[in-house]
């Protein structure tokens, strides 16, 4: 299993000198399987550069699993290339809601006066699915999805292939202003889902100061993240979902604070490391490591 960071800035594209280094689009990230899948996470405006790379060499259904419906989240959609290849079968799954169906929800975006052409207009196969709290199969992997604690429905996302895993939860907020370190692994958003990963993939847009006036808002700090990756023991973590006011120089000095902090706790320094747009990271199967 690959994994491939094509946008890991969060709540709006910020793009310029100052972000050129951890990127300014938003949440995408490419898995890739042994077999040839394709899985994506999320459709932020990272999502366009991979269409670009994939144009006529998806092969079979292209996956696309979003974690919620926020624009930042989705607002790539509608740029990815593959949307307008007549050949291409892509699946979409997302959050259900009773408010409307997945596919109505997303047709609020892909429609007038938000876009000049329609859902029912995409030349692609494309079809919609709610995932519903479950588990299922793409390819050889085993995809596990589960409500986690962000403003509207919103899913984590646990993808296990060949003895290894991944965790994706780049919208989070585990704490809620009370104590990672004090609560019980039953009351601790998203707990079950990044339990023993190979590698987290997890939120951290705030600093620890700045936290403090974005309680609520559905996004966590840095001691919330690393705490969270500490009592659910996963081996590496990836801090995800930049704020769009944080530059490349502040991205290396929040890195620099991170690294101590981690390490305090019980981390090792190169289990540890900020999401950058094109960053790629291989994860062995269990075969692997074990010859």
């Known amino acids: 299993m690959r994994l491939k960071v094509w946008g890991a800035r969060g709540s709006i594209p910020a793009p310029g000198p100052e972000t050129t280094r951890y990127g300014g689009n938003t949440s995408c990230v490419q898995v890739s399987l042994d077999d040839g899948s394709t899985i994506v996470l999320d459709a932020g405006t990272g999502i366009r550069s991979l269409g670009l790379a994939l144009q006529h060499q998806v092969r079979g259904p292209l996956h696309i699993l979003l974690t919620h419906l926020h624009l930042d989240h989705i607002q790539g959609l509608m740029f990815f290339a593959p949307m307008f290849q007549p050949d291409a079968e892509i699946v979409v799954w997302g959050p259900a809601s009773p408010e409307a169906s997945l596919l109505d929800r997303i047709a609020r975006y892909i429609s007038a006066p938000l876009a000049p052409i329609e859902v029912r207009e995409l030349p692609c196969h494309v079809s919609f699915r709610e995932a519903q709290p479950t588990e299922w199969d793409i390819g050889p992997a ?30 989070h907020e585990p704490g809620l202003g009370a104590s990672l370190a004090d609560l019980e692994p039953e009351w601790i958003s998203g707990y079950d889902l990044a339990c023993g990963a190979s590698v987290l993939l997890h939120d951290c847009q705030y600093t620890d100061d700045e936290y403090a006036e974005h309680l609520g808002w559905g996004h966590s700090p840095l001691e919330d993240a690393l705490t969270f990756a500490r009592r659910t023991a996963a081996e590496r973590l990836v801090l995800f979902h930049h704020d769009p006011m944080h530059t490349d120089d502040f991205l290396d000095a929040f890195a620099g604070r991170a690294a101590t902090r981690w390490e305090e706790l019980g981390g090792r320094s190169d289990h540890l490391e900020l999401a950058a747009e094109r960053r790629e990271i291989a994860l062995p199967s269990a075969a692997v490591e074990g010859t």
Do not use: K, Q
């Open 142 to 171: 085993r995809i596990r999805a589960a409500s986690v604690s962000h403003r509207g429905p919103t899913l984590g996302y646990r993808i296990e292939c060949d003895g290894t895993s991944m965790c994706y939860l780049p919208d």
